[in-house]
């Protein structure tokens, strides 16, 4: 069964802290994003990343950055956690063409609480 | 800015009931509607999708209607069952960009 697997489902750090958030996807996708989930807001894009060491801010990049050093392998940097950072992260990946080639497979999430 | 306005935020229906979601967005260059499904502690699962060159698709109980003059998009589960009980999303592409996802219906089917 292909997946999408998130390296931690919860995580409490401390402000200020760097926080690293790892997803690795065994499907050979190309496409890998990075969304944090509110209520009431949905699913808000950080990053995504179409290739290797290649990637494209989302809506919503202040306060992150990412890395993508293997084709499998998307992390989720945030330099100085703050407060408001307290969310659900998800991390997707996809065939190339995009959405459009059997959509975004999702990984299950991490819970971050930044105290 | 929100490019794709989801509409109701919640949703109580009873079993066998027809419950309708309502998308609608501003870009005219997407291309590509898709709907998500996520239960508790999971992540979203594709549940179906259209193109613009259609007004209607299927897929089981599932319908996704599209008026394209309108810019808008619903989501329609037919003979709807309490196992349907689920948070729903929206959401629009175009060309190569990323999904641009609605803020989520969270519907209840009771028994």
């Known amino acids: 069964d292909v997946k999408v697997t998130q390296s931690s489902r919860y995580l409490v750090k401390r402000t200020g802290e760097k926080v690293f958030l790892e997803c690795v996807q065994d499907?050979?996708?190309?496409?890998m994003f990075w969304y944090r989930q509110d209520p009431g807001l949905g699913l808000r894009l950080i990053y995504f990343?179409?290739?290797?060491?290649?990637?494209e801010k989302g809506d919503i990049p202040e306060g992150y950055s990412v890395s993508r050093e293997k084709k499998e392998r998307f992390s989720l940097i945030l330099e100085s956690a703050s407060t408001n950072q307290t969310s659900m992260y998800l991390c997707?990946?996809?065939?190339?063409?995009?959405?459009?080639?059997?959509?975004?497979?999702f990984g299950s999430g991490t819970r971050l609480t930044v105290v | 800015q929100q490019q794709v306005k989801q509409s109701p935020q919640s949703l109580i229906v009873q079993k066998g009931g027809i419950p309708i979601i309502n998308c609608a967005y501003e870009?005219?260059?997407?291309?590509?509607f898709p709907w998500y499904q996520q239960f508790p502690g999971k992540g979203p699962a594709l549940l179906i999708a259209i193109r613009p060159d259609v007004s209607e698709k299927k897929e089981g109980r599932f319908t996704i209607s599209f008026n394209k003059s309108a810019k808008q998009f619903s989501l329609h589960i037919m003979d709807s069952q309490p196992g349907d009980s689920a948070t729903y999303f929206c959401a629009a592409s175009g060309g190569r960009r990323a999904l641009t996802f609605g803020s989520g219906t969270r519907l209840q089917v009771q028994p």
């Open positions: 870009n005219t260059a997407f291309d590509y």
């Open positions: 990343s179409y290739d290797v060491k290649m990637k």
């Open positions: 499907m050979d996708h190309e496409n």
């Open positions: 997707a990946s996809s065939l190339w063409g995009g959405a459009g080639a059997g959509g975004y497979t």
